[in-house]
């Protein structure tokens, strides 16, 4: 017998069962094989006489599935995928994406197998649609219907980090390219907005369970996937809190960090974690005009008259202002850059200027005391008074109540005494010289200080067993109490 291929082929338009939506193209390849044998059959109205009937073997992506009586039983289970398709998703740009090829044979015995093709070709059936990828540095990222939605998606993501007037006035100033006028006190305003990725999109045919809508696409696109990064542990981090913080559960940042227990974190540790990490990064470029603080710098002068911890201020210092004009970068909401494009100080700051002490306090005594009040006279003189020794003589009425230290020394008590000096400091002039100070209301020094002779040391008062506000004042000579009238000059 003499075999003849003929290849053809053609798109079918297939309605959907309810005749109320246009199907999409299916694209079959017909491959028509027509067997002449030695004995010519000259007219349709021969074969039927002789019992000559047509099958039809069928190929999926040359794949073969089995032989039916008629190639309408396949288109149907086409026609049956894509209208499942079409209702399951609301999309009706699908169609089925293999190469289906019949080959007719006209036999005189059919034999088909027309549920068993069904059944293979239902499993090997793939519906895809047409749809537009958003392109991200090359790669096909998200799929949404159409390019309208793909270029919604960019916007959107841009809007996500500043308004549509702001969008407007950048498109609007890119057209005039004008100047832009100086901003007042403030104000701020967008200069420009992108993506840092090179974006793009194209047309592509994909499952349409990939299909996003363009709500879903800018978050995922936004929020991106997760991956594996390092976490530091910081002071007060609980493991459980690590994990929910990074969208974790406990047992899972166990088994990503092997070694580690709950209770075992350590500040400085490092953790192996998972965060979002986006696909997608929009860098805003804003103006900004402030009027910010200058602070005043501090200017110290060293004094060598002056005691080692006396100071005094010269002059206060007072801050200025200056008008300032930023540039500042943002990533998907983030400062990564503030830069100073102009400034101009319209009030100088003053200078704060202190006088310091260097000169050292010597902490030995030069052997003469000096009055340690500011005036005032003797109330009560040394001796006995009322059957008791009085230890030492009182001060009352002076013109201030500062208490002073009658001589260069350390001090050595500074608090309350029980036995009824009250509030009371004792200095050790290192030359064998004792003095106590009795019933202070308040104390200027601490044990251990180096005190000058004349300097504050505290504030007169009526503590401890008083009968009025007075300085007890005493004095210790080698360990032995004196009457410190004949020493004080």
């Known amino acids: ?13 297939f309605q959907k069962l309810n005749n109320t939506k246009t199907m ?105 649609s047409d749809a537009t990828a958003i392109v991200i540095d090359g790669k096909p990222t998200a799929y ?14 841009k809007l996500h980090y500043v ?9 609007e100033q890119k057209e005039l390219q004008q100047p832009l006028p100086p901003l007042k006190k403030k104000q701020s305003r967008i200069l420009d907005v992108n993506l840092d990725e090179k974006v793009s999109i194209q047309k592509d045919e994909v499952a349409p369970n990939q299909i996003l809508s363009v709500d879903q696409a800018v978050d995922y696109l936004l929020k991106g996937t997760l991956k594996e990064k390092k976490y530091t542990v910081k002071d007060g981090d609980v493991l459980g809190q690590i994990a929910i913080d990074h969208h974790l559960k406990q047992k899972q940042i166990l088994e990503m960090n092997p070694g580690i227990k709950e209770d075992s974190l350590k500040i400085g540790q490092e953790l192996k974690v998972t965060a979002y990490v986006p696909l997608v990064h929009v860098i805003v470029q804003r103006e900004t005009y402030k009027v910010e603080k200058v602070p005043y710098k501090k200017e110290i002068i060293e004094d060598k008259t002056m005691f080692k911890g006396d100071s005094k201020v010269r002059q206060k210092g007072q801050n200025g202002k200056s008008e300032i004009t930023y540039i500042v970068t943002e990533e998907n909401g983030t400062v990564t850059k503030k830069d100073i494009q102009k400034e101009k100080v319209i009030k ?34 040394m001796g ?3 059957g008791k020794l009085h230890k030492g003589i009182d001060i009352a009425r002076p013109s201030d109540r500062t208490i002073k230290a009658a001589d260069n020394g350390v001090v050595v008590e500074a608090g309350w005494d029980s036995g009824g000096y009250g ?21 200027n020094v601490s044990v ?12 007169m008062g009526d503590t401890g067993d008083s009968t009025g506000i007075h300085l007890h004042f005493e004095l210790h000579v080698n360990g032995s109490l004196k009457n410190p009238l004949d020493y004080l000059r």
Do not use: C
């Open 1 to 13: 017998m003499n075999w003849k291929r003929i290849n053809l082929r053609f798109a079918s338009n």
């Open 423 to 443: 509030n009371m400091i004792k200095i050790d002039h290192r030359n064998g010289y004792v003095t106590i100070y009795g019933h202070l209301s308040s104390i």
């Open 448 to 459: 251990g200080q180096t005190v000058s002779k004349g300097s504050s040391i505290g504030i």
């Open 163 to 171: 308004s549509k007037k702001d969008l407007a006035a950048i498109q």
């Open 384 to 386: 006995y008074r009322w």
């Open 24 to 128: 999409n193209l299916l694209k079959v390849t017909a491959i028509a094989t027509l067997v002449f044998s030695t004995l010519t059959f000259t007219n349709i109205s021969t074969n039927a006489e002789t019992g000559i009937k047509t099958v039809y073997h069928v190929y999926i992506n040359q794949q073969y599935i089995g032989t039916v009586s008629d190639k309408e039983i396949i288109e149907k289970l086409a026609n049956e995928k894509i209208n499942n398709a079409q209702n399951q998703f609301e999309n009706d740009q699908i169609n089925i994406e293999n190469e289906i090829t019949y080959i007719p044979e006209q036999v005189f015995r059919p034999q088909t197998n027309d549920d068993e093709a069904v059944q293979k070709a239902s499993e090997l059936f793939t519906v895809k």
């Open 348 to 381: 100088k700051p003053v200078k704060y200027i202190v006088v310091q002490g260097t000169k050292v306090i010597p902490s030995r005594g030069s052997g003469s005391l000096s009055w340690p009040t500011n005036g005032g006279y003797v109330s009560s003189r």
């Open 144 to 157: 949404v219907r159409d390019e309208q939605e793909a270029n919604e998606v960019i916007e959107n993501i």
